[in-house]
């Protein structure tokens, strides 16, 4: 279970400890199996929806981008499938970064880092899954 931030919380600093305490978990628990990533995933998923709406409005939707991985790395018929299905929602979040950048207004490399940090939790939970053999 992670800890929901608080509502004064820096929107960046709580997507940093929120990711960080996911990968954590995943790498400590050994979370390589389909149901457990999803699970974690889920968890995650959950608590960035505290903070998005406080983030860039590109970058609101990240809750929905991971909780649909999580959906998809749980019904994937294959580890490969479920890769596959991460792969697809960094794609998004990076295109989503990339709006970031391109269409807000006196954007920074901080807001954008949000999603930086996501990308980076679901390539860790990518990582569990080709590193746990099987692919």
């Known amino acids: ?3 929901p931030p608080s509502a004064t919380e820096n929107p960046t600093e709580a997507v940093a400890a929120l990711s960080q305490a996911t990968r954590d978990y995943i790498e400590e628990c050994r979370c390589d199996t389909q149901q457990c990533l999803a699970d974690a995933l889920d968890e995650y998923s959950k608590a960035l929806a ?4 406080r983030l860039p409005k590109p970058l609101r939707n990240l809750p929905k981008i991971v909780a649909e991985a999580a959906r998809h790395v749980r019904v994937a ?3 490969a499938e479920a890769v596959a299905a991460l792969d697809h929602a960094i794609a998004a979040i990076h295109k989503d ?3 970031v950048r391109s269409e807000e207004v ?3 490399a901080r807001d954008a880092r949000s999603g930086e940090l996501v990308a980076g939790t679901l390539n860790a939970a990518s990582a569990a899954l080709v590193n746990s053999g099987g692919l």
Do not use: C, H, Y
Not at 50 to 53: I, L, Q
């Open 97 to 99: 970064i990339s709006l």
């Open 50 to 53: 505290v903070v998005a709406p």
């Open 1 to 3: 279970m992670l800890e």
């Open 106 to 108: 006196g954007t920074t």
């Open 77 to 79: 018929k294959t580890k």
